[in-house]
Structure formats: C-alpha cells, structure tokens
C-alpha cells in the first residue's frame, strides 16, 4: 500500500482510502495526529520570516477549507492573529507526507498534528526567553508573537526564532489551549482561498502561467483499451504530436491551437475494436452474477473468510420485511475539467496537480517516465473542486509524459469535458438487499443485509506490478492495469456505514465485491458506500417503523442507545417543527435521515421538505433542516459549509444524476445527459452545529452525504405515498410511480 521511502520523511502507513492503519500507536495517533510519522516541529511549523508564521501541511485544499481550519489552529495555540499565519501549499519536497487528502480526515491527521507542533513550537520559544530573559519559563507569558516577562521585559517570537531551528521530535503530547481561552478555534474567519476564486483571478491549476509554457492535449479512442493501429503523424493542425504506444497528444503553442489540433488529429486516427462495454453492468443481476469475492461485515471490518449462516428472519413473531434498494455509477462532476502542468528538465521532472496523494501521483509516475523518485517533484495546486478519485492524476501523468517528450519547456495540459465525463473513475454502482423482522412489541429482531458493490478505490498507490495511471495502459509495451483491490477494513469501500447505528439483537451483514472483469473503471467518490447503504437503512428503518405502526422518529429513538445519536436526531426534528408539513391533504412531504459517518465521525440528521409537480415529475426540493455533532467545532463557517456543501451534491445525486453506459463506455459526456442540480434547484438550508469544545474534532467533509439522500427518500414517501428504492428520483423515474397510483 505504500511506496519506498524518501529523503526527509517516512511514508506513512495508510489504508487504500487515505486512513492511518491501525496499529500499536493508535492511542498516540489520536493525540497527535500524523506527527506520529513525522515529529519534528521543524518540518511543520516555522518563524523564519520576521513577522510571519509558516505552517506546512501534507493535506491539500479541495474547497474543503483545511488551509483556513489550521491557520485557525497554529494561531490559538502560538498566540498571534490568524492574520500572521500562512499555510503554505502541499509539496513532496517540503511538506509531511500525509499520504491521501480523504476520509474526511484532514483535521483528524493534519489538524491536530499542527496544533500539537504550534503548541509545542510555542514551549520551546518559552525556554528560549527564559534563557534570554532570566526569568523562569513558568514566570513568562506568550502571547501576540511576544514572551513578556512579569515585570516588563520582553522578546519577539521572531528574535527567539532567530536562534535557529528548534530541533525537536515531539513524542508526548503538550497541554492545549484550554477551550475557554480560544479566541479563533470555534469563532472562525474568512476563508483564505476564496478571494481570488470569486474575484476571477488566477487561482486554479488550469490559471498556472510560466515563462515559455506550452498547451497540450490528449486524443484518446471513444472505447477504452483501444489501440492505433497505424502511427500518427509527426504534427497536425500546427502543432507537434507526441505518441507513445496507443498514447497520443498534440502540444502547441497556444491553448485554442491545442484544442482545434487535438479535434483535427482525432478524426483521423483508426484504433483496433476492444470488447464492448457492458451496458447493464449497474443492473442488480448483472452485479449478482459477477460476485467475485464475499466477506461476513462484524464490528465495521469485512473479514476474509466465508459468511456465517444466514439467521432466520425473526425470532420474535412479528411482521418480516424485504427490499432491495439500489444506486447507479455516478461521475464526481468537477466543474472544471481536470489540469496539470509538467515542466521536465536537467534530468528532473516538476508536476503541479490538483491531485489528492501527491506523495503516492510521485511514486507512481516514476516507472511511467523512467526517473527516479528523487528526481521527481510534485506540487499541489488548487482544483476546480471533487470529493473522490477524479481525473487530477490521469491529467498528471499525460502532462508528464508530454512534458518528457519535449523538455525543456512547460507544459500546460487541460482534459476537455467529454474526457473528464468519459474516462474519470466513476462512483462505484451498488445493491442493498435488506431483510428484518419485528418482535412481538414491535422492536427490530433480526437483521440481514447484502451489499453488492463494485470497489471504490483504484487511486495511484504504487503497485508491485502494474499501474493504475491511465495512460499507462496505452504505452508501449502497455504497462499492465492494476485493478482495485478488496477493501475490507473498518468501514471502508462497499461497508462503509453498512453497520447499522441502530440496536440490533441478531444482525448479519455480508459484502460482495463485484468485478466483471472489462474496462469499467469505478473509484471513490465522496463517501464511497455510505450513502447506498445509508439510504438503504434509513428507508428500511421507517418501513419497518410503519410495519409496527410506530412514529419513525420515536421508533429511531427506541433503538438507539448513543445520546449524541438521539442528539442530532431531536435537534433536527425540533427545528423543522416536526415532520408533518402544514397545509392539509396539498402539504409537501418532509422525511427524515440520520446517520454517525463511519459510525465514528461526526453525526448528522437531515429533514428534507419536498414537493412534485403533476405536471413535469419534477421534485423540487423547498427546505432542508441538518443538525450535526463534529466534535469541537474549529471553524463553525467551514464545517457548516462542508455539510451544506454535502447535502446539495447529495441532492443532485438523489434527484439526477446516473451514468449511462453503452457499447463505447460512458455515454454520458456532456451536462445535457448528465445533468446535475443547478442553484435554482437548491432549497433553503438551515444548520444547527452541537458543538462539544475540549472533545476531538471529527471529520464532517461526507457525513451529511447519507442521511440527504434518505432524508429525500422517505420525504417522497410522505408526500406520493410511494416508496423509493432506486435511484436517482429523475423525471422519468417518478412519471412511472405516479402512475403506478392512479
């Protein structure tokens, strides 16, 4: 799972989906965070500049506001304004290698790493003023950048810096702030990256300009595993052409000279014909039928070995129930096409990326451009946003290669929209089929679930053979595909979330991983299995509620034993007003869902109000109440606009969006057959936050993901009297239900 080493830091342990592997030092890791694979403050914080305080950080900003949480946090806990602190972007030849930006664990690992070196960077600065000063460290006060002594004397943080790195591996945990002291944590500030975003100035990858850069493009077949039969010419449209095996690109001058090339170059290529796309490969019998691999699902892990027997359905006499829910493939839809820009030369090879795991892009690009590691640096840019596995290191590796082809110069590489659409990993498609019986009083007895789920990781890790980079699989000779491998810790891939939060007597939960084998490329997608498998329960949940002739909040309540569950659920409910909608027998439907994101993270309850109109099938969606528990809230704006944000892609994907495959692959390249929500279709959002301060902060980037999309679901129940078990609720998914009634 991870690579070699390289020079200044160790490559951190992680699992396939960004998480540190559990281990030992778990407990450590809790407290420190990824200091624990890189201790010394020095490589996290530093005074250098007069004035200023630098942070370096292994995690990246995908929109999800990490620069601004931990420039929050380096400020608490040094004492200065969050104005002095800049929180340089992610580079493989300075920052901590943190390994992935995911899981919604970037506070989790890098959050709690900074503040621990600020807190510490803050003690060694201390000592340094004692000795300075004369006084006792325990005499002295820091604070504004300056120790002061108690009868006047005082130094600069930049004087004491001045001495020199502090030189220091922190091993133990120093005292935090106490929260009643917080001037910044829990009150917040304006996000550092949005200026330029909203002004238009340059500030994406796509924006990056250098002396004598290049524009480059890729032509790529329309069915993946194509390969030129013929080779190309050595230029085209005015511009040069670069060809590598089955790997072809144009790169010119200017940008418009690179499309038009690209378009002109296309239509004169011939490829060989691979086998044809399956084009039900998301139905739920196809999934059943290329099963590859089956594990039992206890305590969050799927475990390797057989399933156990399948209990009986009830053991309590009352009523079973059974159903099957389903979603489809799914795109990230990045509003900007994916970019890169490679710059090879002197022997040496610099990417800048919007990529998640620079670290890991590096290792892997190594073998695909004959360099080594250490001759290979990677910078993080900003994105034009995605939660997920998107087209960020593809992109990556065609500027590389170009770049090598021709050095020298700067290469600017951009994806168009039918590339993003057609060859980015998809969402993977799943099938949840449920089984639960009732007892006597009505209470959940037994519970079974299936999961049938395609895998949800195929990100550039580097392999023992093989290559998860795209282009890869065009050079000459091909360099084999590394496919997605089994996911099977806690609550990773296909189960995650698929432990119910609920009380459960008997419970049996089995993961089947599906692989058919062909060109179909799934990925991680923001929250990966969670929100299938929370739909699925949370829809099954108020069944079952209905079943037993409960209330489905109170019947939520009955049987769960976490306050902070209960919590979040009450909050949610309590500000919606309950969740019958006024307005008589015409009211909209409102729904509830609630879920802990991988039963560990933040907690997040949603009430969605909805209505259809007779005439188009159309759901529009008017409001939408979320309560969440995050643990100690760092940034309030941020975290409620990591949920907010969550809840709206969450939406989209209820109410839209679905990956049309056909013999060719994707068929749906363009916004016209992928349509996602526009702003016109979001609903009133109001968000109350439990805040714990003192407690650990927890991830929040996907957990509001899972309880949206039920929260849709059970409100269209409410408001059609129509149970919803596939997605997404288009038009013509919701004309045939409305049928169905008359």
């Not at 950080?57 to 400020?75: D, F, N, P």
């Not at 806690?490 to 089947?512: C, D, M, Q």
């Not at 969606?621 to 949920?643: F, K, S």
Request: aromatic share 6%; proline share 8%; with cysteine.
């Amino acid at each position: 799972m991870t690579g070699p080493a390289r020079p200044g830091g160790a490559v951190p342990a992680l699992t396939e989906d960004g998480r540190l592997v559990a281990g030992e030092d778990e407990p450590r890791r809790r407290v420190l965070g990824s200091l624990v694979g890189h201790p010394e403050v020095d490589r996290w914080v530093d005074l250098a500049v007069e004035g200023r305080v630098r942070v370096r950080t292994g995690k990246v900003e995908l929109g999800q506001g990490i620069r601004t949480a931990l420039a929050l946090l380096a400020a608490e806990e040094l004492g200065v304004d969050p104005a002095l602190v800049d929180v340089v972007p992610a580079s493989t030849d300075a920052a901590p290698d943190e390994g992935f930006t995911a899981g919604s664990r970037s506070v989790e690992q890098s959050g709690v790493a900074v503040r621990q070196a600020c807190a510490h960077a803050r003690r060694l600065l201390v000592e340094r003023a004692a000795a300075r000063l004369g006084v006792p460290a325990d005499r002295l006060t820091a604070d504004d950048g300056v120790v002061r002594g108690p009868d006047g004397p005082s130094v600069s943080y930049w004087e004491l810096a001045a001495e020199g790195p502090f030189h220091f591996r922190v091993t133990e945990p120093a005292p935090l702030r106490p929260a009643a002291e917080h001037r910044y944590v829990g009150r917040g500030m304006r996000r550092l990256d949005l200026a330029a975003k909203i002004s238009g100035a340059p500030a994406y990858v796509a924006d990056l300009r250098l002396p004598g850069m290049r524009f480059a493009r890729v032509v790529r077949p329309r069915r993946r595993g194509a390969r030129l039969t013929s080779a190309p010419p050595a230029t085209a449209g005015g511009a040069d052409v670069v060809c590598k095996g089955s790997f072809v690109a144009v790169v010119a001058d200017s940008e418009a000279r690179a499309a038009s090339a690209a378009a002109e170059l296309a239509a004169t290529l011939d490829w060989t014909d691979p086998p044809p796309f399956p084009a039900g490969a998301a139905d739920p019998g196809y999934m059943a039928r290329h099963v590859v691999a089956s594990y039992p699902v206890a305590d969050g892990i799927a475990r390797d070995e057989p399933p156990p027997p399948r209990p009986a359905p009830s053991a309590g006499g009352g009523a079973v129930l059974r159903a099957r829910f389903t979603k489809p493939f799914l795109l990230h839809g990045s509003i900007g096409p994916s970019a890169a820009v490679a710059l090879a030369d002197d022997g040496r090879l610099t990417v800048w990326t919007h990529s998640q795991g620079i670290g890991f892009l590096r290792r892997a690009l190594a073998p695909l451009v004959g360099l080594a590691v250490d001759r290979i640096t990677v910078h993080h840019l900003d994105g034009a946003g995605c939660y997920g596995h998107n087209g960020a290191d593809d992109a990556a590796c065609d500027a590389a290669l170009v770049a090598v082809a021709h050095p020298g110069r700067p290469v600017s590489l951009r994806w168009s929209r039918d590339d993003e659409h057609g060859h980015e990993p998809m969402g993977a498609a799943m099938a949840i089929e449920l089984e639960a019986g009732l007892d006597a009083r009505g209470r959940i007895a037994t519970w079974c679930q299936e999961i049938r789920t395609y895998r949800h990781n195929s990100r550039p890790i580097p392999q023992p053979s093989g290559t998860r980079l795209l282009a890869g699989w065009s050079l000459d000779p091909a360099v084999e595909r590394s496919r997605a491998t089994p996911m099977l810790d806690f609550e990773a891939g296909g189960h995650r979330n698929g432990t119910p939060a609920y009380r459960l007597p008997t419970s049996w939960i089995v993961k089947h991983d599906v692989d058919d084998g062909t060109a179909l490329r799934t990925s991680a997608l923001r929250g990966l299995g969670a929100p299938a498998n929370v739909f699925a329960i949370e829809s099954f949940v108020e069944e079952l509620a209905e079943a037993a002739g409960a209330d489905p909040v109170q019947f939520r309540l009955d049987h769960l034993d976490d306050p902070r569950a209960r919590a979040v659920i009450e909050a949610a409910v309590e500000m919606a007003g309950g969740l019958e909608a006024p307005g008589g027998l015409d009211a909209p439907g409102r729904g509830l869902g609630f879920a802990q994101y991988e039963g560990s993270m933040t907690y997040a309850a949603v009430v969605v109000e909805l209505e259809v109109d007779p005439r188009t099938a159309v759901v529009h969606l008017r409001h939408a109440w979320m309560a969440a528990d995050a643990g100690e809230v760092i940034d309030p704006d941020g975290l409620t606009n990591q949920l907010e944000g969550g809840l709206v892609q969450a939406a989209s994907w209820a109410l839209l969006e679905q990956v049309r495959l056909d013999e060719d692959g994707v068929a749906s390249r363009d916004w016209e057959s992928y349509p996602i929500l526009r702003f016109g279709q979001v609903p009133e959002i109001e968000t109350q936050l439990l805040d714990h301060p003192g407690t650990p902060p927890l991830g929040a980037g996907e957990a509001s993901c899972g309880p949206t999309v039920a929260a849709i679901a059970n409100a269209f129940y409410q408001h059609t009297g129509v149970r919803v078990r596939d997605l997404p609720l288009d038009p013509a998914r919701v004309r045939v239900s409305l049928d169905a009634l008359l």
